[in-house]
């Protein structure tokens, strides 16, 4: 069976391609996967995000993540292998964490420190393709895990600060986590978050998303309703419910709500019933 | 022997989701060989996706041909299988979006409703079916599970249908329609160069038609391809890539200049 390599990266169009020249060139056989090259520029969390959504649904393989604004500075290149089986290959800048805590957590990390599996000529600035995009080929065609460098403890890896909503007397305080190509925006916390704090939630039931003003941003105020999916609003309305994850999300029917609302990463957001 | 083909069309962008349904075909079917015909169909338009998927299909072999576009997710429209008479399976929602496609290859021989829950992934969610119901589905159909255990036969005429405008000849003019417009601006219009041919004779280059939209009319060219007009200029031409009569701009888009939308008239007339 052809072995699989997964990829994901913040570079746009034309870089990933380079690496994947980089990797069937070491391993001819491979199917790569593209998971997204479009994280946005620098986020970290984004890319964890979407690793997170994707790799429980890759089968058994190599992946490899590069969101990497360290490059070249003493940030450690390392690999994760993982309860599954899987290797996770990338900066250790917190990216692979929770992808390989949703594989089964991890069971061995190394540094990639082998120049052998490495491009003859390692830049400052492209390591992705000189040192990430090699080391998963050779994995991807037999070569041993322990081979790329030595073991380094899991409790000093770099983790993402964790993001959890503030469960309140009738309002839970979270943030927007991640948005998603169809405009729609994913909460930290869970239904059962916001349960807690505003009681049970049923189909139809009034919701109100207060969003507070941030630098450049006026404060928004959005009234909606608790739905299962999308089509139980009409066109252009707009719904809370839980994705396809089990996380809050807030979207519009066959909309933009992100674009409508002025939303983006990081903001936070303030739940209470409508 | 090759693996089996699974082609591929959504409106899901370039994001991960395709990814991680691509991920979902290949844990199901490892030797699959998968063909992306387009995850760019514009978000929801059933329409558009329809219209793209019937007119790849001629060129693709026999396979397994997954479709999601689907404003409906999660609601009562069902999901189904169908097979094309000519041996293939298509699997997505039922809202039209297959509809065109299967009738590009000899119309409706089978339609089942996905209703066999061991062919889904375990955990099924209201907003992701691309994802947990029609991948798998098409994955275990690729792998050679029979079409009868997706679940219950379907009344073919039960099926939501989607047609779209045909080109007729009336009072010396061709009757036409916006069919769908591309990203350069481009409009397909409904009807083939044959029907042109008949109400105003052999196309040759350069030789020119009245166009009507909105109650407008323009004098229009007819060119093999855009170069034969200044650039700005329209050109009636055979679309190459959509298979029948357009609408283009040289080098820039006809559907700003002329104001064109989906499904709207256009008379086309020997001047």
């Excluded at chain 1, 058994?60 to 994760?80: I, S, W």
């Excluded at chain 1, 507070?212 to 252009?236: L, N, S």
């Excluded at chain 2, 059933?46 to 001629?58: I, K």
């Excluded at chain 2, 020119?208 to 060219?221: D, K, S």
Aim: proline share 9%; aromatic share 6%.
């Amino acid at each position: 069976m052809r072995p699989v390599i997964t990829f994901l990266t913040d570079f746009g169009p034309a870089a990933p391609a380079v690496c994947r020249g980089v990797m069937f060139g070491i391993c001819p056989d491979a199917n790569i996967i593209d998971v997204s090259h479009q994280v946005p520029r620098y986020s970290i969390r984004e890319g964890a995000g979407t690793l997170v959504f994707a790799l429980p649904h890759m089968p058994v393989g190599t992946h490899v993540a590069v969101v990497d604004p360290g490059v070249g500075t003493e940030r450690l290149p390392v690999g994760l292998r993982v309860a599954r089986g899987d290797v996770l290959i990338g900066p250790d800048n917190g990216l692979l964490i929770p992808a390989a805590e949703a594989l089964g957590g991890i069971v061995e990390a190394r540094g990639l420190v082998n120049r052998d599996l490495m491009l003859p000529v390692v830049t400052s600035t492209f390591h992705g393709r000189d040192l990430f995009a090699p080391i998963a080929g050779h994995l991807a065609a037999g070569v041993p895990f322990g081979s790329v460098g030595p073991v380094v403890p899991v409790a000093g890896l770099v983790r993402l600060p964790e993001i959890r909503p503030a469960v309140r007397d009738g309002v839970l305080e979270t943030t927007i986590v991640h948005v998603l190509i169809f405009g729609n925006v994913t909460f930290a916390g869970t239904p059962a978050d916001l349960e807690a704090a505003i009681g049970p939630l049923s189909p139809g039931r009034p919701i109100h998303l207060e969003f507070p003003g941030v630098d450049g941003h006026d404060a928004v105020e959005e009234r909606t309703v608790w739905e299962r999916t999308f089509g139980q609003v009409p066109v252009g309305s707009s719904l809370l419910m839980a994705d396809s994850e089990g996380h809050l999300s807030f979207a519009d029917n066959q909309g933009d709500a992100a674009q409508r609302l002025g939303l983006s990463l990081d903001r936070p957001v303030r739940i209470r019933p409508g | 022997m090759a693996g089996p083909l699974i082609s591929f069309l959504s409106d899901f962008g370039g994001e991960s989701a395709p990814a991680v349904c691509r991920g979902v075909l290949w844990s199901i079917c490892p030797e699959a060989r998968i063909l992306d015909l387009n995850h760019n169909v514009r978000k929801y338009a059933v329409r558009d996706g329809a219209f793209l998927l019937s007119r790849a299909m001629p060129y693709l072999p026999v396979g397994v041909h997954l479709a999601v576009v689907d404003p409906g997710v999660g609601t009562r429209r069902r999901p189904v299988a169908v097979r094309a008479a000519r041996g293939d399976l298509f699997v997505g929602p039922d809202n039209g979006l297959l509809q065109p496609a299967v009738r590009a290859l000899g119309g409706i021989a089978e339609a089942r409703e996905l209703m066999e829950r061991n062919l889904f992934l375990p955990e099924v969610s209201s907003t992701f079916h691309g994802r947990d119901v029609f991948a798998p589905v098409a994955a275990h159909l690729a792998s050679g599970v029979p079409l009868e255990q997706v679940g219950p036969a379907l009344d073919p005429a039960e099926l939501v249908d989607l047609r779209f405008p045909e080109a007729i000849v009336s009072d010396g003019g061709l009757d036409t329609a916006v069919l769908y417009i591309d990203s350069f601006g481009n409009a397909r219009l409904g009807g083939q160069p044959t029907d042109l041919e008949a109400v105003g004779g052999p196309l040759v280059e350069g030789r020119r038609y009245r166009v009507v939209i909105r109650g407008a009319a323009i004098v229009v060219p007819w060119h093999a391809t855009f170069g034969g007009v200044p650039p700005g200029d329209p050109l009636l031409y055979e679309d190459a890539d959509y298979g029948g009569l357009g609408l283009a701009t040289n080098q820039a888009s006809a559907a700003e200049r002329f104001g064109l939308d989906l499904d709207m008239p256009v008379r086309i007339e020997p001047v």
